[in-house]
């Protein structure tokens, strides 16, 4: 196929094309948020890969005092008695709950109890981890005593320790911390968290703990920040903005049960946490601050809820309250979201829409506000501006659909392609269990399908002004949903080749569209054409979606092009995916090309190349 390329740009391409959508769907807690003792018992909506032990609870929030699922994951050691009461002085009224712990009489060695991690914890040698906890003796004793707190082996190697005393007398709450560094790492990420005193001296001794807490080391070292493997993994996409905090997990699964963001902001103590859209409880540890500090930290913009964000201190109680946890300035925030998938509440989303977006606009008239029911249908006031467009297909569908937005009416309003993956090769069951076509991880085949989409994506990037793919992050044990860009356990995060693409379209999405030859909208090669003027750079993006070779002739129309170029080549098997088991399987490949005023490549099967090289 000849494609010629034109010699002046058509449009600009935003800024904001590429970034994240987040919400925690198995990705927040016990996943980007660094805190390894997690959550409550974790109800899969889609089938579990292991019947794992679930995760644990460090604040025992949402559960029900004396029921199994309160306990889930924390085991006594060498006979203690341990049970989720009720407390009669909690540590806090957004904790009611707190670990109510014995130690029975002739006992010897350490005898407490331990915390299983996220489905594991990573020790890595050498890493300082913060241990914390608050405890409290129930009735006054004479005990005083030490009490050990150590990261070990479920065989009982220990990896690192540090013991605090404990005194028999404090009966109102107190707040013990430790930091451990390891010496050596732990060969797996079958390890635990103990809690444990001498069964001897503490013979008899009743104690409560509440409020327990495990920090690795973060991301640029925040202080309750983010997984440091996973957020790097993020960062490297370049992503322009990340919509928070969902997705579904915004909504809840009652008005009671949505998202609030000042539930999520202030000392952990007073974050009660909520039962989230996708059967577990969130400890919301992961809070709107955390979400926005992890913005500019990466340089995102978020897309989302409002006041506490840009509000000036000296007007707002929200905005005061921001300023008070060290943020005075007001954070970068354009773009706000009325709900998710609102086509599926059209009838109510007209007065919703009209109420939330008459009276923000008069407050913050600056901000657009970005309508989530069909576009158009219904008829919305105020008139939006931007709608959010979700889309889960099959990698044919994506391939076949490259040219869904050039046909839209160019008046005004713009789009974001806020959420869209290829997840299933069934056509009519697309969203199906694995084993009807789903797919557990991205495949080559899906992901090509994306890249193809992509291309239109920045084709009418003068409508369509940000997309991200959706979900971003899924833990690979017990998780809600597959595929996700990224997937991690306790110990590792796996780059999947969409992942790949994403990373390939942020990082070289040029400054403005160059038009070209079109595609043919049923094909299976696709390009788009981008310059990138500092550098005099233009970059070709190419998807081959068919499982043959296929060369394309480019035609430039400038006096001066280098004759030579760098390709960035993707490609591997249709159904091959990079799994946990083989992370590496299909990785960019960065090689050299020949280039000029004309030039062929010979785009691999089942491929996504980018091209670059000068030109001028
Ligand atoms: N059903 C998808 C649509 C919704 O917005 C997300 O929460 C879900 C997973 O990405």
């Not at 190419?542 to 993707?570: K, R, Y």
Request: hydrophobic share 40%; with cysteine.
């Amino acid at each position: 196929v000849t494609v010629t390329v034109s010699a002046t740009a058509s449009h600009s391409i935003p800024t904001t094309l590429w970034g994240q959508m987040f919400e925690d769907i198995s990705s927040g807690d016990g996943g980007l948020y660094a805190e390894r003792e997690r959550n409550f018992e974790r109800r899969p909506l889609i089938s579990a890969k292991s019947v794992h032990p679930v995760l644990q609870n460090r604040a025992f929030q949402q559960v029900t005092p004396g029921s199994s699922a309160a306990l889930n994951a924390w085991q006594a050691v060498n006979g203690a008695t341990i049970s989720v009461i009720k407390e009669t002085t909690p540590v806090s009224s957004a904790l009611p709950n707190a670990l109510h712990v014995t130690v029975p009489s002739g006992k010897s060695g350490q005898v407490g109890f331990l915390n299983t991690g996220y489905s594991g914890i990573k020790i890595t040698a050498k890493s300082t981890y913060t241990a914390s906890f608050y405890y409290r003796f129930p009735t006054s004793s004479s005990f005083s005593g030490s009490v050990l707190i150590s990261l070990q082996a479920t065989s009982g190697q220990v990896f690192g320790s540090a013991s605090i005393q404990l005194s028999g007398s404090q009966t109102t709450w107190k707040q013990v911390s430790v930091s451990i560094t390891p010496s050596t790492s732990a060969s797996s990420t079958s390890n635990v968290f103990s809690v444990t005193v001498d069964g001897g001296s503490a013979a008899g001794q009743t104690i409560n703990f509440a409020m327990f807490s495990l920090f690795p080391p973060t991301f640029k070292n925040r202080q309750n920040g983010m997984r440091a493997d996973i957020a790097e993994a993020l960062a490297e996409m370049g992503p322009s903005f990340f919509r928070l905090p969902g997705g579904n997990n915004l909504e809840g699964q009652t008005a009671a049960t949505r998202w609030q963001w000042n539930a999520t902001v202030g000392p952990i103590l007073s974050r009660p946490g909520r039962v989230g859209d996708w059967g577990y409880a969130n400890t919301d540890g992961l809070g709107l601050f955390e979400y926005l500090n992890w913005c500019e930290d990466v340089g995102m913009q978020p897309i989302m809820a409002i006041n506490f964000v840009v509000g000036d201190p000296t007007k707002s109680a929200a905005a005061a309250l921001r300023s008070s946890l060290g943020h005075p300035e007001p954070f970068t925030l354009n773009f706000v979201e009325v709900g998710n998938e609102d086509n599926f509440a059209a009838s109510t989303y007209t007065y919703r829409w009209h109420d939330f977006v008459t009276a923000l606009k008069a407050q913050f008239p600056n901000i657009h506000f970005i309508a989530t029911s069909i576009a158009f249908n219904p008829v919305l006031s105020p008139v939006p501006t931007e709608y959010d467009v979700h889309v889960y297909q099959s990698p044919t569908w994506f391939a076949q659909n490259s040219f869904y937005y050039d046909g839209f009416q160019r008046n005004g309003t713009k789009y974001f392609e806020g959420e869209y993956a290829a997840i299933s090769t069934n056509a009519s069951n697309l969203f199906g269990a694995i084993g009807t076509g789903r797919f557990t991880f991205p495949t080559m085949q899906g992901s090509a399908g994306e890249a193809a989409f992509m291309t239109g994506l920045e084709r009418n990037s003068d409508i369509v002004f940000a997309a991200s793919y959706a979900p971003l992050l899924g833990h690979v044990i017990n998780n809600q949903w597959t595929p996700n860009l990224l997937a991690f356990d306790a110990g590792n995060v796996y780059r999947s080749t969409s992942f790949y693409v994403q990373k390939l379209f942020s990082l070289n999405r040029g400054d403005s569209y160059i038009p070209s030859t079109l595609p043919s909208k049923t094909g299976t090669l696709f390009w788009s054409v981008v310059r990138k003027t500092s550098g005099n750079q233009i970059i070709i993006k190419v998807s081959n979606t068919a499982a043959s070779a296929a060369t394309l002739t480019f035609v430039l129309p400038f006096n001066t092009v280098s004759s030579t170029g760098t390709a960035q080549v993707l490609t591997g098997a249709g159904t091959a995916s990079n799994t946990p088991t083989n992370p590496n399987l299909i990785v960019p490949v960065t090689g050299n090309i020949t280039t000029g005023k004309t030039f062929n490549y010979n785009a691999p099967a089942v491929s996504v190349s980018v091209l670059t090289f000068t030109a001028s």
